[in-house]
């Protein structure tokens, strides 16, 4: 079975055993941008340390993705593309960078869950990752601050 079919059969199974999650489906994907990092972050959440994730406003509308929202399913995927949990999106902030709070900061559950370990590594990630489409860095980009709640761990009965 291929990745994409992998993803849409634990979709459906999990919407066949909770029929009103049908048209709340967001996305699939892996945390960070390496399957290293995708598989740390994803080991947090299911931990129960990460809640929050953090990602770059702006690109949404480049790669042509819809911004997260509240009540928003999303298929969590391990750094291999493999479907392992799904989320709910509890809730959705777009706040500068620099504005970003030390409560969401320890919410993503990352290094010392620090304000000012969050605003080290993230300044790292998105330099790196707003590089791969010309752009810089700015400490005044918009952040979209995502809260989320595990809803189903694959292979895990509730």
Not at 58 to 71: C, Q
Not at 123 to 141: I, Q, V
Request: hydrophobic fraction near 35%; proline fraction near 4%; glycine fraction near 6%.
């Amino acid at each position: 079975m291929d990745k994409q079919a992998e993803i849409a059969a634990y979709w459906n199974s999990y919407v066949k055993e909770h029929p009103d999650t049908a048209d709340k489906y967001d996305s699939a994907w892996a945390f960070g941008d390496s399957p290293r990092l995708a598989d740390e972050l994803l080991a947090l959440v299911l931990a129960g340390t990460k809640t929050g994730t953090a990602s770059n406003y702006e690109l949404y509308a480049l790669r042509e993705l819809v911004v997260p929202f509240a009540g928003g399913h999303s298929v969590l995927l391990d750094g291999e593309g493999v479907p392992r949990a799904i989320i709910e999106t509890v809730r959705v902030d777009i706040v500068p960078f620099d504005e970003v709070s030390a409560e969401f900061a320890y919410s993503e559950g990352e290094d010392n869950r620090s304000l000012e370990s969050w605003r080290y590594n993230h300044e790292l990630y998105f330099t790196r990752e707003n590089k791969a489409y010309g752009r810089s860095f700015d400490p005044h980009m918009p952040v979209v601050c995502e809260t989320f709640r595990v809803v189903d761990v694959r292979g895990q009965s509730e």
